[in-house]
């Protein structure tokens, strides 16, 4: 059980282009969802945490209006990466959990490499 | 805030040799702390948690972790480590009331030889 996908695995954009990235938990209902964004050989930063039905909050440094997270039902949330550039270019992760809060219970996905030409 | 420090960025091993992955916090309030796996292009993978009770905890596959408060550290050792435990482990912590915000230490890869 307790299983969070993320959709796609891997996309290869062009520079000024929106990319949409969605995380889903399949076999529970997730409260919480978090985004994090990883750079080669380095850590996990926490980008955003979204709650049902609620806007997301952003840590600071992070532009809302270049990363757009919508948690719109208790199963999906979405990251759109708006007017990518070679710079976002990263992994993305996921995690979802099904309390609030939940450190203990936070399932992570498998991540979505994004590569902006 | 919390803050990790992982003071290994990389550490290589012989298989079946004993190996220590340090990780040492920072935080005002008290805190979870958790040890995740990363093998190459994956996400990550819970490896075991300290939430409160027995500061010593282990996981199914022989690694295990001990809270220590007055050091502020969860160190991650196993006795003898194999070929397949080659991959990135990360120590995160997550304060009390936080939300369940991870803060995560900057990884530290290890490598098993044969």
């Known amino acids: 059980g307790a299983v969070v996908s993320q959709h796609p695995s891997r996309v290869i954009c062009k520079s000024g282009t929106s990319v949409k990235i969605e995380c889903r938990s399949l076999?529970?209902?997730?409260?919480?969802m978090f985004w994090y964004r990883q750079f080669p050989k380095q850590s996990l930063m926490l980008m955003a945490t979204s709650n049902e039905g609620s806007k997301a909050t952003y840590e600071q440094g992070v532009e809302k209006d270049k990363f757009l997270i919508n948690h719109a039902s208790l199963t999906l949330s979405t990251l759109t990466v708006t007017s990518a550039h070679p710079e976002d270019s990263s992994f993305y992760i996921c995690?979802?959990?099904?309390?609030?809060?939940?450190?203990?219970?936070?399932?992570f996905g498998p991540g979505t490499r994004l590569l902006v030409l | 805030a919390q803050s990790v420090t992982q003071l290994d960025s990389q550490v290589p091993v012989f298989e079946e040799a004993p190996v220590e992955l340090r990780c040492n916090y920072s935080s005002s309030v008290s805190v979870y702390l958790f040890w995740y796996v990363q093998y190459p292009n994956q996400g990550l993978q819970l490896l075991l948690k300290?939430?409160?009770?027995?500061?010593l905890v282990k996981s199914i596959n022989g690694f295990e972790a001990e809270f220590n408060k007055s050091q502020t550290s969860f160190h991650l050792r196993k006795p003898s480590v194999h070929i397949s435990d080659t991959a990135e482990y990360f120590c995160a912590v997550s304060g009390y009331n936080q939300g369940g915000k991870l803060i995560f230490g900057q990884g530290t890869e290890l490598s098993v030889k044969p």
């Open positions: 300290y939430l409160s009770g027995s500061t």
């Open positions: 995690s979802a959990s099904p309390y609030l809060p939940g450190p203990e219970t936070q399932y």
């Open positions: 076999d529970f209902q997730a409260t919480t």
